[in-house]
């Protein structure tokens, strides 16, 4: 006699731990958070079938405030624990998540590699255009002009532009959403989730604390003129003329995810002693 075990579809709120997230009033990570518990519920999954990976700032509190597997790793590192745990684990849904300061300056080589090398799992990166958890200094994606008590007169250096680096370095899902709209958000989320591969999503989250002039965001993102495309060119010269506020999906690709097989090994540690033997 077989037995069937049904599935129950679960809510949102299934998906959240009962810790407090603690991020200023008004920060956009709330939103992702609420866009995050409910793409899993849109991708109708169980908390026990999912990953979710951090570094190092405000949005890396993320973890914590799931029902899901978590990890908490150090700053810049958190796509390759997010790849170790795919690969180990390849029957998990991995997620990551990071902001603009930990995923594209000391994260910024892992984030290309992580591109190249398309494991199936998802990017979410927050980006406030500031280190909003270390007092507001300018981060890869500051505007150059952008004045403030930790660089007057602003940096003068040409900003970071994940998508396009994204695009170039191979990831085979490419979309930006916005905090304001978390539904929106969520049902981006759920599609890069779905999408096999190396998914990228980049987050406008507004950091009213040190960026209240990105309160304006919500007047000026907009849904992307254009549909999705498949095809790498075209998604280039789309991206080189964004302005940073077009909302959705900007390139879907089919590239074969990364999947080493997982078995027995063929050597064991005997073997590899003999190599050294002298």
Known sequence: MTTTSV???????????????????????YSVLSAITKAFAICELQPHQVGVVSGIGCSSRIPAYTSCYGFHGVHGRSLVAGTGLKLARPDLTVLVAGGDGDGYSIGGNHFLHACRRNVDMTYLVMDNHVYGMTKGQPSPTTEPDWDSKLSPGGTGLRVFHPLVIALAAGANFVARAFAGDPNGTAELIAQAIRTPGFSFVEILSPCVTFRPEQREWKQVVRPAPVQPT??????????????????????????????PPIGKGRKTPADLEKGFAL
């Open 7 to 29: 599935v129950t579809k679960l809510s949102p709120q299934a998906f959240k731990s009962d810790y407090k997230p603690i991020w200023c009033p008004g920060c956009g990570d």
């Open 230 to 259: 498949d095809d790498p060119a075209r998604a280039a010269r789309r991206l080189l003329t964004d302005d940073g506020f077009n909302i959705g999906v900007l390139y879907s690709g089919n590239r074969a995810p990364y999947a």
